[in-house]
């Protein structure tokens, strides 16, 4: 016996669209609402691979903040 997950008759569902807009002022808000208004402190990255630690490394020498 085979279990029925959905009918034919339902139509399928459609994936929520985040707006990043909308979810950066969400999360200033939250932030400042829980008294997180600084930085979230970085990842201390102890467990990158050598190929991660070379783009981080080439994209700081660009000049860019990651």
Do not use: F, H, Y
Request: proline residues 5%.
């Amino acid at each position: 016996m085979a279990l029925k997950t959905s009918s034919e008759s339902e139509p399928p569902q459609a994936e929520a669209v985040i707006d990043m807009a909308e979810l950066g002022a969400r999360l200033s808000a939250r932030r400042a609402e829980l008294g997180c208004a600084s930085e979230m402190p970085r990842n201390a990255g102890n467990r990158r691979t050598a190929s991660k630690r070379a783009l981080l490394a080439a994209i700081e020498a660009t000049g860019a903040k990651w």
